[in-house]
Antibody, heavy 118, light 112 residues
Framework: QVQLVESGGGVVQPGRSLRLSCAASGFPFSSHGMHWVRQAPGKGLEWVAVIWYDGSNKYYADSVKGRFTISRDNSKNILYLQMNSLRAEDMAVYYC???????????WGQGTTVTVSS | DVVMTQTPLSSSVTLGQPASISCRSSQDLVHSDGSTYLSWLQQRPGQPPRLLIYKISDRFSGVPDRFSGSGAGRDFTLKISRVEAEDVGVYYCVQTTQFPHTFGQGTKLEIK
């Protein structure tokens, strides 16, 4: 079945880096753009970044621009989020989501938790 | 950036009764292709978000027909015709017409 599985979360000190992964299965990964969306503890959803199906275009939220990089490996069906210079406000559950037709976010992973703490 | 404003932020509804959530955008959400990309998501407690409605009123696969979406331009509504216990959670509107995509604050639905 169609599935997204995030990994790579953990506890990291402020200023350090972390790379998240999202493994896709059950659908043609290389045909779909992909998003990262995050949710701080007890808060709402915040869109983080998007990458086109072939990696040709990327957009970021202002809150992460210049610190986070979205990428993908279509040969491995994996989406990545490289997070540098992490801040306390980056602490959240990070979800990957498929960019379906009609611009809908139609498939979501279970999320991976990032804790930023000294 | 487009600001999405939901009302109410919380709602307590009796089982079997209808519920309605409103979402207003700070800008018109009509895309250059003529479509309006406004979706509704449901997030049950401890679960990831789940797509309910896209393009204002199209119900996603597997979503019960008691969920419906309506609206145009800047004003949108999600309606649940008869609330069931499994509908408890937080509901978000999200615009995917332009980047950055933006979400409403969320509306918490509980059973009275």
């Amino acid at each position: 079945q169609v599935q997204l599985v995030e990994s790579g979360g953990g506890v990291v000190q402020p200023g350090r880096s972390l790379r998240l992964s999202c493994a896709a299965s059950g659908f043609p990964f290389s045909s779909h753009g992909m998003h990262w969306v995050r949710q701080a503890p007890g808060k709402g959803l915040e869109w983080v970044a998007v990458i086109w199906y072939d990696g040709s275009n990327k957009y970021y939220a202002d809150s992460v621009k210049g610190r986070f990089t979205i990428s993908r490996d279509n040969s491995k069906n994996i989406l990545y989020l490289q997070m540098n210079s992490l801040r306390a406000e980056d602490m959240a559950v990070y979800y990957c989501s498929r960019w379906g037709d009609n611009k809908k976010m139609d498939v979501w992973g279970q999320g991976t938790t990032v804790t930023v703490s000294s | 950036d487009v600001v999405m404003t939901q009302t109410p932020l919380s709602s307590s509804v009796t089982l079997g009764q209808p519920a309605s959530i409103s979402c207003r955008s700070s800008q018109d959400l009509v895309h250059s292709d003529g479509s309006t990309y406004l979706s509704w998501l449901q997030q049950r407690p401890g679960q990831p978000p789940r797509l309910l409605i896209y393009k204002i009123s199209d119900r996603f696969s597997g979503v019960p027909d008691r969920f419906s979406g309506s609206g145009a331009g800047r004003d949108f509504t999600l309606k649940i015709s008869r609330v069931e216990a499994e509908d408890v959670g937080v509901y978000y509107c999200v615009q995917t017409t332009q980047f950055p995509h933006t979400f409403g604050q969320g509306t918490k639905l509980e059973i009275k």
